[in-house]
């Protein structure tokens, strides 16, 4: 049974909520087994799950070796750049994790104009991006185990 690591910043908590709740449908439906970990807000994502990409294997079943990773947050446009710093910061740093460490990440760290469109995004009922963003981690942790790629 696959392991994955979800990685919440509850900075709005009710979209945060919504977006929790399309994550473990899905991991739920598939029977993977997951962990969620708290950060204070989308900055701190990347790093919270490369510490969890370099947590040491087989240390006892609180530190099971996690097979993909799923990042939820919101970020809604205020009136200066910061807004843009961290919506590109922490895509560019998932990113880069993927590719550097062949981690099957699905991103769900919504970048809105308000907050009615992030409810409209994370609400299981509506757009559902928790889900979208969990069945991705999934599928490429699939690919993964398929091409036999080992950490």
């Known amino acids: 049974m696959p392991h994955f690591m979800i990685v919440t910043s509850p900075y709005y ?3 945060s909520n919504f977006l929790l709740e399309g994550v473990k449908s899905f991991f739920d ?5 997951y962990e969620v970990i708290e950060v204070p807000g989308a900055l701190e994502i990347p790093l919270a799950i490369k510490l969890g990409i370099a947590r040491p294997r087989n240390k006892g079943a609180s530190a099971r070796h996690f097979d993909g990773y799923v990042a939820l947050g919101c970020v809604i446009r205020g009136e ?9 910061e922490s895509a560019r740093g998932l990113s880069q994790m993927a590719i550097d460490y062949n981690a099957p990440i699905g991103n769900a760290i ?4 308000n907050k009615d469109q992030a409810i409209v995004r994370a ?3 509506q757009k559902n991006k ?15 185990r398929d091409f036999h790629i080992t950490d």
């Open 13 to 15: 908590e009710d979209v």
């Open 29 to 33: 439906e598939k029977r993977a087994s």
């Open 80 to 88: 200066t750049s910061h807004y843009d710093i961290v919506c590109n």
């Open 110 to 113: 919504l970048t809105c104009e």
């Open 123 to 125: 609400d299981p009922k």
């Open 130 to 144: 928790g889900y979208d963003a969990a069945k991705a981690a999934y599928i490429m942790f699939e690919m993964k």
